[in-house]
């Protein structure tokens, strides 16, 4: 199982990135894919959720309106648009999997776990 993200950087505030994540060695197309970070000092959070079909999303309040979580089941990859960026979203971002997830914002619901992408926003 591997999942591999990408697309991290350094940007200016008010910039946009996006991030993907392309999974392996698992049924992607039947697991909910997460995005979390982490920053420096700080436990990991949950910033987005979305579920198998794609059809239903989670967000941390905190980025609503401005983070754009989507899938694609042919490539095996889940993306990440953030817009409008702020120095608080700087933290590494991982991607997870989870084929049972009660709820999208708990990681230990998720089974699998990419190696996390830095994303440093400056002022």
């Known amino acids: 199982v591997q999942l591999q993200a990408s697309g991290g950087g350094l940007v200016q505030a008010g910039g946009s990135l996006r991030l993907a994540c392309a999974a392996s060695?698992?049924?992607?197309?039947?697991?909910?894919m997460g995005w979390f970070r982490q920053a420096p000092g700080n436990e990991r959070e949950f910033v987005a959720a979305i579920n198998w079909s794609g059809d239903t999303t989670y967000y941390l309040d905190s980025v609503k309106g401005r983070f754009t979580i989507s899938r694609d089941n042919a490539k095996n990859t889940v993306y990440l648009q953030m817009s409008s960026l702020k120095r608080e979203d700087t933290a590494v971002y991982y991607c997870?999997?989870?084929?049972?997830?009660?709820?999208?914002?708990?990681?230990?619901?998720?089974?699998?776990w990419g190696q996390g992408t830095q994303v440093t926003v400056s002022s």
């Open positions: 997870a999997a989870g084929r049972w997830v009660d709820r999208s914002g708990n990681p230990r619901a998720y089974d699998y």
């Open positions: 060695g698992f049924t992607f197309s039947y697991y909910l």
